[in-house]
């Protein structure tokens, strides 16, 4: 089991390394092609941050462990929403934008409640598992160009000196195109080969301590494959800008589902395991309760800090219910 920890601690150590330098490459190549950092910070900065969630998961699939690549998107999303939000908002209250709540924050709800039905099939239609097949990758991938294109036509209609990185004053990485282009492909070495270590690490576990690769996906790589996202928000919110985490985890709840898990499935079916209908079912509770909360409650389109430590909890009680749902 020594061996398979040290594995999942290298695996994990190339892939926030390589994630990193493929965000600071992949930016920095962007703004070169006049993009703006408004748009970076849309498309760009949140799929290199949910880069490590696409690894983790296309390489499970590969390996056979595809209950593994759905636990690990199911699990990113619930600790993406009731970890990183409710740690940001515990730093300093989080106000939301009006557009962000009527635009944003429903496309997330609407990704979980699409998962949520696709996982529904036995119920629905008297399938004989719980099953992403290619038809729903292909969906899940149409549905992540509508959300592409919802997203260039919004970047469009920003008016020049609106940037929001510009109006927090802050300091762009320039690369040199040759140091831009070196960034992104060892950033993509490292994810690739640090993707694999931490399959296999986290797989060894599984079979150690008698989890379920479901369970493993769940909680250990899950909060794995979210510490990029949780680096940048509390950075962020350390910073006096909790509101930047908000962005990030959309863009990376969005993309975990419609482009990750479909181009996942579409690579291959994915069996849900011991992912059941109630882990779905926290998914879109959680979904729902990070657009509740900064529309209806305390201050007008605030997350308090109460707020936030209630997420926190309702994400311990959920993690404890995994573990005490293990069999004797």
Known sequence: ?????????????????????MTDGAAALARKFG?????????????????????????????ASTEMAVGNIVGSNIFNILVIVGVA????????????????????????????????????????AMVLSRVDGLILLLFFIVFMRYTFASAKRVEPGTDPAEA?????????????????????????????????GASGIAKSVG????????TILAAGTSLPELATSVVA???????????????????????????????????????????LLVLAGASLLFWVVGSF??????INRLEGALMLLLYAAYTWWLIASLPA
């Open 297 to 302: 409650f305390g201050r007008a389109r605030t």
């Open 35 to 63: 993009m703006s950092d408004f748009l970076v910070g849309l498309t760009v900065v949140s799929m290199m941050t949910s880069a490590p969630e696409l690894v983790v998961s296309v390489t499970s699939a590969l390996n």
């Open 237 to 279: 919110a350390v910073k006096g800008n909790p509101g930047i985490c908000v962005g990030n985890v959309i863009g990376s709840n969005i993309f975990n589902i419609f482009f990750v898990l479909g181009l996942t499935s579409t690579i291959k079916p994915l069996d849900f395991g011991t992912i059941g209908l109630p882990d």
């Open 168 to 200: 927090r004053g802050a300091v762009r990485k320039e690369l040199p195109l040759w140091r831009a282009v070196v960034y992104v492909l060892g950033g993509l070495a490292g994810l690739v080969f640090g993707g694999d270590w931490f399959v296999d």
């Open 1 to 21: 089991m020594a061996i398979d920890i040290l594995f999942l601690l290298a695996g994990m150590a190339l892939i926030l390394g390589g994630a990193n330098f």
């Open 89 to 128: 908002a515990l730093i300093k209250p989080i106000v939301v934008e009006k557009g962000v709540l009527l635009n944003e924050i429903p496309l997330v709800v609407l990704s979980s409640v699409v998962l949520l039905v696709m996982g529904s099939a036995p119920w629905l239609d008297g399938a004989p």
């Open 211 to 218: 989890w379920s690769e479901g369970l493993i996906g769940l």
